[in-house]
């Protein structure tokens, strides 16, 4: 069976981040449907009408709507991504449920309003449901997460992580992430308010888990470029996830070959991971739960979870 898929929002994750209609992979909705031979992407929609021409053109999609309402009339549709400005998120996810759209495939943070966000949770019984923390998919940090939780490298110590950009557009990111590698936080508090706008901020602060693991999150100032970087150190080694999740280094214990009185690091691997993968993933795991059932690895309660933690570091600053 192939599902007819929509997307809202001709944006950069809906398919501009791909130079060219992809045949192997892909970092964007659009590919990530034409990747998967389940899935065929018919519809599209966009206030902007020179967007919504030039998005037609490069994924050869002749069903093309500026009002996503007369989209969601006259399509048939299985699976609708949702990639428009976080602030649209609610509406347009009230109104696919309403319509009743199978999958959703909803961009984060799921809301800026914690009611919102709750309200998704709610509408989404019943129907297949992902929220975009994308490093969910990525095979090689699902199997760092393993590792980690099996205690391979030991006890976990600590993990710091560096970002750019906003605490709800960036910073939800690593607050999603650092949730799925070691649990629900026992205590989240602001440090530092580096810089604020009337939607999003960059913030200085930490969470605390079972076992005394803290993740410490800095807030990078002033830069024009994107930047994640996770170094998670544990009692046997140490562990760094640069480069937005693309890359990992693996550091062990070795003795100090000149003094030979202390031990130090040394890395021992370094390696790509799967992220060109994860949104295709993402989508055939869409796929697997509308055929067989089962909840997805990011799901809206997920996605709330990031949302409410980051509504409680920012309401510490008043």
């Given at each position: 069976m192939?599902?007819?898929s ?5 944006g ?16 964007t ?7 998967c ?16 021409n ?5 994924w050869?999609?002749g ?5 996503y ?11 609708l991504?949702?990639c ?5 998120h609610?509406?347009?996810?009230k ?19 914690l ?5 998704m ?11 975009n ?8 940090l ?21 970002y750019?950009?906003g605490?709800?557009?960036n910073g939800?990111?690593?607050v999603?992430?650092m949730r799925w ?9 602001l440090i ?9 901020s960059?913030v200085?602060?930490?969470?605390t ?10 807030n ?28 990992i280094?693996?550091?062990e214990e070795?003795a100090e ?6 031990d130090?690091?040394?890395r021992?691997?370094t390696?790509e991971t ?26 809206p309660e997920?996605?709330?979870?990031a949302?409410e ?7 510490q600053?008043?």
């Open positions: 192939q599902f007819k929509a997307i809202i929002g001709c950069k994750i809906a398919g501009g981040y791909d130079i060219k209609v992809p045949d192997k992979w892909s970092f909705h659009a590919g990530a449907y034409h990747l031979k389940e899935t065929r992407l018919t519809a599209i929609a966009d206030i902007s009408e020179k967007a919504l030039e998005f037609s053109q490069k050869e999609v069903n093309c709507y500026t009002d309402k007369e989209l969601l009339e006259k399509e048939s549709i299985d699976v991504s949702i428009l400005p976080t602030e649209k609610y509406e347009v996810f109104y696919a449920c309403k319509k009743g759209i199978k999958a959703i495939f909803c961009e984060k943070p799921l809301s800026y309003d009611g919102e966000a709750r309200d949770v709610g509408m989404s019984n019943g129907r297949v449901v992902v929220v923390y994308f490093r969910r998919w990525n095979p090689a699902v199997q760092l997460r393993e590792e980690l939780c099996g205690g391979k490298f030991g006890k976990v110590l600590n993990a710091t992580i560096h750019t950009k605490l709800f557009v939800s990111h690593l999603d992430l590698f070691f649990g629900e936080p026992k205590d989240v508090r530092r308010t580096n810089w604020q706008d009337a939607r999003d960059g200085d602060f930490f969470m888990f079972s076992n005394n693991i803290t993740s410490y999150f800095l990078v100032q002033g830069a024009n470029y994107v930047f994640i970087n996770i170094d998670i150190l544990t009692e046997k080694g140490r562990i760094v996830i640069g480069q937005r999740g693309q890359k280094e693996k550091y070795v070959p000149h003094f030979q009185r202390f130090i690091l040394k021992v691997e390696k799967g992220w060109r993968d994860c949104l295709t993933i993402a989508v055939q795991e869409m796929v697997d739960c509308l055929e067989n059932g089962g909840r997805t690895s990011c799901t997920d996605g709330l979870r949302l933690i980051c509504c409680d570091i920012v309401s600053r008043e």
